[in-house]
C-alpha cells in the first residue's frame, strides 16, 4: 500500500453557533494560534496522504489560513450544513484510493495528537474496518455516547438522541474517525437525517457498519487529548488543557517553573535546559529562550528571542523583534521593540527601547527613551558597545552613540554622539545663594499682614 492510500479530512464548516462569534469556530485561538492550525499539526499530510478541508461556502478566511501552513491542502465546500456525515459526503470525491484508509476529524478538536491519529489508522489497515476515537468524560453532557457489548461497539448515539439510560454512559465520541476507504461510499448511502437534530450523522456510520457485518472498534484517549470545543467555556477548558500540556512539556525539557500554573505558553515556545521562569509570566507566540536564562515575574514576552544566561525582568515588557543577547539584562518596567540587545548590555529600570541596537557591555541608566517615531515614521536609535546613557535620557531618533561614549542624565540628544565622548544635552544649573530665604522672609511678611496678626 502506498502513502498515497490515506486520505485525512477534516470538517470544518459547522456554523459554530453555540460560540456567538463572527469569526469562524475553527479560527479561535488555543495557546496563541487558531485551533485548525492545531488539528493541522497534527492531522494534516499524516503518513504523506492527501488532507481535504471542509468548509462553507464563504468561508475563505478558514482556507486560506490552511493554506498557510499546508498549501496542498484540497478543500471542499459543504454548500449547507447538514451534520458531520454529509460534511463527509462533499469531500468524498477527493477519496480516490479504493484499497486505503480514510480519516475523519474534526476542526474543533484541537487537542488530537498526531500518535493518536496513526495509531487509529494504523488499527484500521490491520485489524477494524471502522476505528473511532474515544474518551471518559467527566461531564458527558452534549457528547456522543459509544454504546457497546463488552469490547464491541455497536453505535453512537448522539446526546439529544440519547435516552435516560444512555446519557448515563460517559464513555464518548471524540470525533476522530478511519474508516476503510472501500466501505466509504456504501455508509454514505446509507446515512438519513431521522434523528432529532434533522442532521446526517458521521456516527451513525459505526450501526450501519456493524449491520453490514464490519468490525468496529474504539480506541481511547485521555479527555485532555480530545475535549471538544462548542462554546467559550469549553475553549477556555481546552486552552486550560493545552496549557497544562506545554507546561508539561517545558519542564521535562528541562525548565524550572515557579509556579507552573501561572505561566502561559504559546504553542511555539521553545526553552534550551536550565531555563528559570517565575510566576505570572506570559509567552505569546514566536519566542526562543535560550539556556540557563531567566525570566522573573510578572514579565511578558512576544517575538523574541533571549538569549544564554540572560535575566529578564520582573515586571519586564518584551516586545516583537527584540532579540536579548547572552547574559544581557532587562530590567523591571523595561519594554524594548525591534531591538537588538547586544551581549552582556544592561536596561536595568524604567526604560523604552524600541527601533535600536544596544551595542556589548552598553549600560542604559533608568528613564531613558528611545523617541522612535514622529507620528508618521519610525527612526533608528543606534548605541554603540560599552556605551553609558544616563538616566532619564531622550535620545531622539535616527540617532548614533559612538562605541563607549557617556551621556549626561537627563540629555535630550539630538545629534550623532562620538566615540568616547562625553554629550550632556540639558539646561546648565544656575544657583542663586540666599535666594530661598530671601523668598519665604518676604512671603510670610505678606501673610502675617493680611491676616491682620
Ligand atoms: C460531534 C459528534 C459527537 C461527538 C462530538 C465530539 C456528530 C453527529 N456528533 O458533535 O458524537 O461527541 O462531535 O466533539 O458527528 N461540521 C461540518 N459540517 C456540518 C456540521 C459540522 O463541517 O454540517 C463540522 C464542524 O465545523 C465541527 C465538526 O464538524 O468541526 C463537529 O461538528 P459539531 O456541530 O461541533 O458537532 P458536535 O455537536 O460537537
Ligand atoms: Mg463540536
Known amino acids: ?101 480514510v480519516l475523519v476529524t474534526f476542526g474543533d478538536a484541537p487537542l488530537v495528537r498526531r500518535e493518536t491519529l496513526v495509531g ?13 476515537l474515544g474518551f471518559e468524560a467527566a461531564d458527558p453532557t452534549g457528547y456522543g455516547r459509544i454504546v457497546t457489548d463488552g469490547d464491541k461497539v455497536l453505535r453512537i448515539v448522539e446526546h439529544k438522541d440519547a435516552s435516560e439510560q444512555e446519557r448515563a454512559i460517559r464513555l464518548c465520541f471524540g470525533g476522530p474517525m478511519a474508516v476503510r476507504a472501500g466501505h466509504l461510499s456504501s455508509l454514505l448511502a446509507k446515512l438519513t437525517s431521522n434523528n432529532a437534530q434533522g442532521e446526517f450523522y458521521l ?61 502561559y505558553l504559546s504553542f511555539d515556545t521553545s526553552f534550551g535546559e536550565d531555563v528559570t521562569v517565575g510566576q ?66 544592561k536596561i536595568s529600570h524604567l526604560s523604552y527601547i524600541g527601533d535600536a541596537r544596544v551595542g556589548a557591555g552598553a549600560n542604559i541608566g533608568a528613564g531613558t527613551i528611545t523617541c522612535n517615531y514622529d507620528g508618521y515614521n519610525k527612526f533608528f536609535t543606534d548605541i554603540g558597545a560599552g556605551a553609558f546613557v544616563g538616566s532619564n535620557s531622550s535620545l531622539v531618533a535616527p540617532v548614533k552613540i559612538g562605541d563607549g561614549a557617556y551621556l549626561g542624565s537627563g540629555s535630550v540628544v539630538t545629534k550623532d554622539v562620538g566615540a568616547d565622548a562625553l554629550a550632556v544635552a540639558r539646561g546648565k544649573q544656575i544657583e542663586k545663594p540666599g535666594w530661598a530665604a530671601a523668598f519665604r522672609a518676604k512671603n510670610e511678611g505678606i501673610k502675617k499682614a493680611s491676616s491682620g496678626d
Do not use: W
Open 280 to 345: 505570572n509570566v506570559v509567552f505569546a507566540p514566536g519566542c526562543r529562550i535560550a539556556s540557563g536564562a531567566t525570566i522573573k515575574a510578572f514579565s511578558h514576552l512576544e517575538g523574541a528571542e533571549v538569549g544564554e544566561g540572560a535575566e529578564i525582568g520582573p515586571f519586564a515588557r518584551i516586545r516583537p523583534g527584540s532579540s536579548i543577547g547572552r547574559k544581557a539584562k532587562v530590567g523591571n518596567f523595561v519594554e524594548t521593540k525591534k531591538a537588538k540587545i547586544e551581549d552582556g548590555a
Open 203 to 263: 456516527t451513525d456510520f459505526v450501526a450501519h457498519g456493524r449491520a453490514a457485518g464490519l468490525d468496529c472498534s474504539a480506541l481511547i484517549c485521555p479527555e485532555s487529548d480530545i475535549q471538544g470545543v462548542n462554546s467559550r467555556a469549553d475553549l477556555a477548558a481546552a486552552e486550560a488543557s493545552m496549557q497544562s500540556r506545554l507546561r508539561a512539556d517545558a519542564m521535562t525539557g528541562g525548565v524550572t517553573f515557579l509556579d507552573p500554573d501561572t505561566v
Open 1 to 101: 500500500m502506498t502513502s498515497k492510500a490515506l486520505t485525512t479530512i477534516i470538517l470544518a464548516a459547522g456554523k459554530g453557533t453555540r460560540m456567538k462569534s463572527r469569526l469562524p469556530k475553527v479560527l479561535h485561538p488555543i495557546a496563541g494560534r487558531p485551533m485548525l492550525g492545531h488539528v493541522l499539526a497534527a492531522a494534516g499530510a499524516l503518513e504523506g496522504g492527501e488532507t481535504v478541508l471542509v468548509v462553507g461556502p464563504g468561508m475563505e478566511a478558514v482556507s486560506d489560513y490552511a493554506h498557510t501552513l499546508l498549501p496542498a491542502a484540497k478543500i471542499a465546500i459543504q454548500e449547507q450544513q447538514l451534520g458531520t456525515g454529509d460534511a463527509v459526503r462533499s469531500a468524498s470525491a477527493h477519496v480516490i484510493h479504493d484499497d486505503g484508509v
Open 120 to 132: 487509529m489508522v494504523e488499527r484500521c489497515r490491520d485489524e477494524s474496518d471502522i476505528v473511532i
